[in-house]
């Protein structure tokens, strides 16, 4: 079945500090991959989105590129804030299946000041 | 923007009562979803629905029931809660296929059972 593995937690960084989270997936067929961002008390948000081979997802300075060779998706930022520390999720929703989403196990991001 | 509302935030219910977590969407979507999240676990599916009436089973659907009697409505039922149901639960909703349109999710109620 399909699966979303991603790196265990939690991340600690520094302001400012460069974070890459990896995702990697197993599909059977073409998924959409997507980034939740949960923070503390709260329900999952949208934070990024791609839907095909080598489409870049970007918001709020985060970045992530679908990558079909090495079934990746890795979530980047170039400098993070002390408002980013949150939980992230990798998820994928496998085309004419989009009746389920298959979520990792969220890794943990706390920055410092 | 597309709501989804849990009826409750937190709730502490005894071992053995029946309990009704309640969500509600207002973007008219077809899908609806029932996942609990545990630490180290992430979210596990325990039940969708595609339409009125319609539901299937996900990964854990042992010890759960569901009922969407209305479209925009979609409840979750405990028969009678045990201390390892303690968790958060997260309701979502989204579109039919094709698979790039994202869930959303409400704000999730943390259920004890005491």
């Given at each position: 079945?399909?699966?979303?593995?991603?790196?265990?937690?939690?991340?600690?960084?520094?302001?400012?500090?460069?974070?890459?989270?990896?995702?990697?997936?197993?599909?059977?067929?073409?998924?959409?991959?997507?980034?939740y961002?949960?923070?503390?008390?709260?329900?999952?948000?949208?934070?990024?989105?791609?839907?095909?081979?080598?489409?870049?997802?970007?918001?709020?300075?985060?970045?992530?590129?679908?990558?079909?060779?090495?079934?990746?998706?890795?979530?980047?930022?170039?400098?993070?804030?002390?408002?980013?520390?949150?939980v992230?999720?990798?998820?994928l929703?496998?085309?004419?299946?989009?009746?389920?989403?298959?979520?990792?196990?969220?890794?943990?991001?706390?920055?410092?000041? | 923007?597309?709501?989804?509302?849990?009826?409750?935030?937190?709730?502490?219910?005894?071992?053995?009562?029946?309990v009704?977590?309640?969500?509600v969407?207002?973007?008219?979507?077809?899908?609806?979803?029932?996942?609990?999240?545990d630490?180290?676990?992430?979210?596990?599916?325990?039940?969708f629905?595609?339409d009125?009436?319609m539901?299937?089973?996900?990964?854990?659907p042992?010890?759960?029931?569901?009922?969407r009697?209305?479209?925009?409505?979609?409840s979750?039922?405990?028969e009678?809660?045990?201390?390892?149901?303690?968790?958060?639960?997260?309701?979502?909703?989204?579109?039919?296929?094709?698979?790039?349109?994202?869930?959303?999710?409400?704000?999730?109620?943390?259920?004890?059972?005491?």
């Amino acid at each position: 079945g399909n699966s979303v593995t991603q790196m265990e937690g939690p991340v600690t960084l520094s302001e400012e500090a460069f974070l890459t989270i990896n995702c990697t997936y197993t599909a059977t067929g073409y998924p959409s991959l997507f980034w939740y961002v949960q923070y503390p008390g709260e329900g999952l948000q949208l934070l990024l989105k791609a839907t095909k081979a080598d489409d870049k997802g970007s918001n709020k300075g985060f970045e992530a590129t679908y990558r079909k060779e090495t079934t990746s998706f890795h979530l980047e930022k170039g400098s993070v804030q002390v408002s980013d520390s949150a939980v992230y999720f990798c998820a994928l929703s496998e085309r004419n299946y989009g009746q389920n989403f298959v979520f990792g196990p969220g890794t943990r991001l706390s920055v410092l000041p | 923007d597309v709501k989804v509302t849990q009826s409750s935030r937190y709730l502490v219910k005894r071992t053995g009562e029946k309990v009704f977590l309640e969500c509600v969407q207002d973007m008219d979507h077809e899908n609806m979803f029932w996942y609990r999240q545990d630490p180290g676990l992430g979210l596990r599916l325990i039940y969708f629905s595609y339409d009125v009436k319609m539901k299937e089973k996900g990964d854990i659907p042992e010890g759960y029931s569901v009922s969407r009697e209305k479209k925009e409505r979609f409840s979750l039922i405990l028969e009678s809660a045990s201390t390892n149901q303690t968790s958060m639960y997260l309701c979502a909703s989204s579109l039919p296929g094709p698979s790039n349109t994202e869930a959303f999710f409400g704000q999730g109620t943390r259920l004890t059972v005491v």
